[in-house]
């Protein structure tokens, strides 16, 4: 929309930032029809559309990010007065943000640490909206034990290196510090073949991280993420969904079925959440 056909001039509402919203502001397009902002007032927010945005972050749907990002530069021209006249805007921008934020760049892998880990690759054809593509992509493409708890194991703290003796001591502590060595670099380029590249990096000599540039799909993370936003929502009913899909994300205790030292403390806190 260029500048000329805008709904609503700026500088109109600079000069009376106090106006009326029943006050409609109009302006004219290109083919002269009157456009009004007060016309289409009041604005509401329908549960689908909500379930929608938040869905949105686990299963994302390139057709629909382009519709809801279209939606949100359309918002972002209001005048912020406007905004604040209507509860629905600022849920509408906070659903957008929700829907949008962390779509930037699809996921190529996704880890599942809630109750019985998995992981699952992500790809195009993944993302197709034919329902049976749709549907296989749900389904874990790889279940290992010593994979899935290595990706959690560094998803936890992502920005924190590793050094061989911590790997070992924390995934491995029965075995010996030879055979702890092998069964992590075994893991490790097990987890680069499926996703065919590197997942933990060598940043020096005996030591590791997570690759920063891989985009990796956490259900803690996303879990962590809604219970924060939910706590932050102005509105009660907004607040509400956020927190029913992060329910729906707890599918079991952390790595219910591991019962090393390093995964209580993680266990315990995301319980009580």
């Not at 805008?6 to 509402?13: A, Y």
């Not at 016309?39 to 379930?51: G, H, R």
């Not at 869905?55 to 279209?70: E, F, G, N």
């Not at 690759?121 to 049976?132: G, Q, Y």
């Amino acid at each position: 929309m260029s500048d000329s056909s805008r709904i609503f001039d700026p500088e109109r509402v600079a000069r009376n930032p106090n106006a009326e919203l029943n006050d409609p502001i109009t302006e004219s397009d290109t083919n002269g029809n009157q456009l009004s902002l007060g016309s289409a007032l009041p604005l509401e927010i329908s549960e689908e559309f909500a379930d929608l945005c938040v869905q949105m972050r686990t299963t994302p749907r390139p057709d629909v990010l382009i519709a809801l990002r279209q939606l949100q530069r359309v918002l972002h021209v209001l005048p912020f007065s406007v905004i604040l006249e209507d509860s629905t805007f600022l849920n509408l921008h906070s659903l957008l943000e929700i829907a949008v934020d962390t779509q930037t760049v699809p996921p190529r892998l996704r880890s599942f640490a809630f109750g019985v880990a998995y992981l699952q690759s992500v790809d195009a054809p993944s993302l197709s909206t034919d329902a049976a593509s749709s549907e296989r992509s749900k389904k874990p493409e790889r279940f290992s034990e010593a994979q899935s708890e290595l990706l959690a194991y560094f998803l936890v703290e992502p920005r924190r290196p590793r050094t061989n003796e911590q790997i070992a001591e924390a995934l491995w502590p029965a075995k010996d510090s030879v055979r702890a060595q092998q069964a992590f670099h075994t893991a490790r380029h097990r987890l680069h073949d499926f996703v065919g590249e590197e997942v933990i990096l060598i940043v020096k000599r005996g030591q590791y991280l997570l690759n920063p540039n891989l985009p990796i799909w956490f259900d803690v993370a996303e879990f962590e993420t809604l219970c924060t936003r939910a706590q932050s929502a102005l509105n009660p009913q907004l607040s509400i969904k956020l927190l029913e899909h992060a329910a729906d994300l707890y599918r079991g205790d952390f790595l219910e079925k591991n019962y090393k030292d390093w995964t209580a403390p993680i266990r315990a806190r995301l319980r009580m959440k």
